[in-house]
């Protein structure tokens, strides 16, 4: 069955460092895997995805993130953290049907100045 | 597009109540899903349809919970009789057509609180 695996439920860094949240993946079949931000009282919104074509993927906001076959990990990455990005972090997997996504426990972001 | 809408966003309401929550997907998307969000259990996906049609509700946590689309612009989530167990973020996200991009767009969610 698909599952991930979120690393850390709370990360804390400073403004200007770098950011990394952790996700591995279980995985019967090849696997699609998203990273979804949520703001404080919002809905989900995509950051990036992976669907099999390059390993690393760019998303928005200057998130980024690596598909490790061998590590079966999928770890969401920034150079330089803003205020702006304190929010909580979702990994996702597609379900082995391809129809839902199986989601993280999620990683909560805090950025102090 | 203006996006999944829900409603309502906040609901109170006192143990043994009917709660009904509301979604009206983006024109054209086939597939809807709904989520349930907590603390201890995180996002857990409870049913979802496909062109109107109940796919998988294998999530529903109990009789207590039913779900209906009866047609592609509305979709509810119904919990009679509402327990304190229910207090969560319901969320609702839908998807295009085909199987090939798998991302969901979510509504802002309807925060229920039983009493």
Same mark, same amino acid.
């Given at each position: 069955a698909q599952?991930?695996?979120?690393? !850390?439920?709370?990360?804390?860094?400073?403004? !200007?460092?770098?950011? *990394?949240?952790?996700?591995?993946?279980?995985?019967?079949?090849?696997?699609? *895997?998203f990273w979804y931000v949520q703001y404080p009282n919002q809905g989900l919104q995509l950051l990036l995805k992976?669907?099999?074509?390059a390993t690393l993927v760019k998303g928005i906001n200057g998130f980024e993130a690596e598909f490790k076959k061998s590590e079966t990990s999928f770890h969401l990455t920034k150079p330089s953290a803003h205020m702006s990005d304190a929010?909580?972090?979702?990994?996702?997997?597609?379900?082995?049907? !391809?129809?839902?996504?199986?989601? !993280?426990?999620g990683t909560t972001l805090s950025v102090s100045s | 597009d203006a996006g999944v809408i829900q409603s309502p966003r906040h609901e109170v309401t006192e143990?043994?109540?009917?709660?009904?929550?509301?979604?009206?997907p983006i024109s054209g998307h086939d597939y809807l899903f709904w989520y349930r969000q907590t603390m201890m259990r995180g996002l857990e996906l409870l049913i979802y349809f496909n062109n109107n049609v109940p796919i998988d509700d294998s999530g529903m946590p109990e009789d207590r919970f039913s779900a209906?689309?009866?047609?592609?612009?509305?979709?509810t989530l119904k919990i009679q009789p509402s327990e304190p167990r229910?207090?969560?973020v319901y969320f609702c996200a839908t998807r295009g057509?085909?199987?090939?991009?798998?991302?969901?767009?979510?509504?802002?969610?309807?925060?229920?609180?039983?009493?």
């Open positions: 599952s991930v695996t979120q690393l !850390g439920s709370h990360v804390s860094v400073s403004e !200007g460092a770098l950011v *990394l949240l952790r996700c591995n993946y279980s995985s019967s079949v090849p696997p699609y *895997l992976y669907t099999s074509a929010a909580e972090y979702f990994c996702a997997v597609k379900n082995q049907a !391809g129809t839902a996504l199986i989601f !993280g426990k | 143990m043994g109540q009917e709660v009904t929550l509301r979604c009206k209906k689309m009866p047609n592609a612009s509305f979709s229910d207090s969560a057509r085909g199987k090939g991009t798998g991302e969901l767009f979510f509504g802002e969610g309807s925060r229920l609180t039983v009493l």
